[in-house]
């Protein structure tokens, strides 16, 4: 019985914290400054011309992550379809035939095709295109 005037009453006590929330936003409001906003944007402003960060430097980060991560795939992908040959080892040892091949397979593919790739785009880029002297 309590509880159920618990959920009775609870549109009362929502709407008295509405109006109390809303209170304290007006007297909030009308005691704020209105310049403050301005005074920000003018800091922010100055700030961002203040800044040291470019187009050049910004494309020359991405640029050298991309160059870990081609660096970095390659023997990822070496060791992946690594892996792939040891399943494809373990499935042809195992009798029973519960260990599948084709996971074994597909694991090969997925590793050699990521090494073969990264490699390829290490070698078009750093030596092809020429940023690499």
């Known amino acids: 019985m309590n509880l159920l005037r618990k959920i009775m009453d609870l549109p009362y006590a929502l709407s008295a914290t509405a109006v109390a ?7 909030a409001l009308a005691d ?9 944007v003018e800091d922010a402003r100055e700030a961002a011309q203040n800044t040291t960060l470019d187009v050049d430097s910004a494309k020359s980060g991405a640029e ?21 040959f040891w399943m494809l080892h373990k499935a042809n040892q195992d009798e029973s035939g519960r260990t599948s091949k084709g996971v074994a397979l597909t694991t090969i593919i997925i590793g050699g095709c990521t090494a073969v790739f990264s490699v390829l ?7 092809i295109v020429g940023t690499k002297s």
């Open 32 to 40: 704020a400054d209105v310049l403050n906003p301005i005074q920000q």
């Open 64 to 84: 050298k992550f991309a160059d870990v991560l081609i660096y970095f795939a390659a023997p990822l992908g070496l060791a992946v379809a690594l892996f792939g």
């Open 21 to 27: 929330y809303a209170f304290t936003a007006r007297t």
């Open 121 to 127: 785009t290490f070698v078009a880029v750093e030596y």
